[in-house]
């Protein structure tokens, strides 16, 4: 019997170790989340003037790490992975910088939509209509008929450009077209800094729809560069750029990248800060307005250039 009970109370102490090392390892997780929204992030935006008493985006905000698939790039051209584990200073602080990005699915308004949330938007026709946009996770497999948006906020000061390609089901892509900056989007002007909230398509939004019976989405490129690209100027719309330029820089800035998911975000609406903050520049984001969905922490060297990729994969 005394064996017996020796053995239990071994199993007892093992497993008691284990849950510790697992809170442990959660409680660092977490820490290193607050630590990317909190001083990486939010902390760069500009205080609001008339702080509330406490900042219910602050009560509220919490990120969860995207655990890292096997299949997951950095880009088409690239074998870095983009969601890996998160490296730390030696002041126990997350290295690298930090870029926010929300993609938004649109729905048509409904009449118990509030009219100051509503989007309107133009199609191909330049026909008005009405829209309710509602946050997505990065992950996010849309219907063949969806129609997105996209925010983009980067606390580091620069200059935003985006790249789009088509994917295709057997792993190719197309021509990459410089989406932003055109001179119909803020004409021209592409620089960017915390709380400057750059939302595209600027009065419509991406159709996703297949052109080919393989198409399998969009992959989008954002790059933030402190200087500006010199071989890059804004034409009136999309502008194709050349393929092997874009791999270079894919294959000079790639970095490993780890991605976070706000907590309890998806299916949030749009808010009159982020609406007035996107649509025109109106105003720039405080700390007190609602923080981006999806946060990708960039593990490339101090003041390289910030590059990631979003895709929007359509269900086969």
């Not at 093992?14 to 997780?29: D, F, M, R």
């Not at 977490?30 to 760069?44: H, P, S, V, Y």
């Not at 200073?89 to 938004?104: A, F, Q």
């Not at 990459?176 to 398509?201: D, M």
Request: glycine share 6%.
């Amino acid at each position: 019997m005394s064996g017996i009970n020796l053995w239990k109370s071994l199993l007892l102490i093992t497993a008691a170790n284990l849950c510790l090392i697992g809170a442990s390892t959660a409680y660092a997780q977490d820490e290193a989340a607050r630590q990317l929204w909190d001083g990486a992030f939010l902390k760069k935006r500009a205080e609001a003037k008339k702080p509330a008493a406490e900042s219910p985006n602050r009560k509220s905000t919490a990120y969860k790490r995207v655990p890292p698939k096997k299949t997951e790039t950095q880009n088409p051209q690239s074998s870095k992975p983009q969601n890996s584990a998160t490296p730390t200073k030696s002041d126990g602080k997350p290295d690298g910088e930090v870029l926010g990005v929300t993609v938004w699915r649109l729905r048509p308004a409904r009449d118990d939509d509030k009219r100051e949330d509503r989007l309107l938007l133009e199609d191909e026709s330049s026909k008005k209509t009405e829209w309710m946009a509602e946050r997505v996770e990065a992950g996010t497999v849309f219907a063949p008929t969806d129609k997105v948006r996209l925010s983009i906020e980067s606390p580091r000061d620069g200059y935003l450009y985006i790249i789009d390609r088509e994917q295709y089901a057997d792993g190719t892509v197309s021509d990459p077209y410089l989406i932003f900056p055109t001179l119909r989007n803020r004409s021209g002007s592409n620089s960017v800094g915390a709380g400057k909230l750059i939302e595209l398509p600027e009065r419509s939004a991406f159709d996703l729809k297949p052109m080919r019976p393989d198409y399998a989405g969009e992959g989008l490129t954002i790059l933030v560069t402190s200087e500006p690209l010199e071989d890059v100027q804004p034409g009136p719309r999309h502008k194709k750029l050349e393929a092997e330029m874009v791999a270079r820089w894919e294959s000079q800035w790639a970095s490993a990248v780890d991605i976070y998911e706000l907590v309890d975000g998806a299916g949030k609406p749009y808010t009159k800060a982020e609406k007035e903050a996107g649509q025109d520049g109106a105003r720039i984001l405080t700390q007190d307005d609602a923080m981006p969905q999806t946060l990708y922490h960039v593990r490339g060297k101090s003041g390289s250039p910030l590059l990631v990729t979003v895709a929007l994969r359509i269900k086969k």
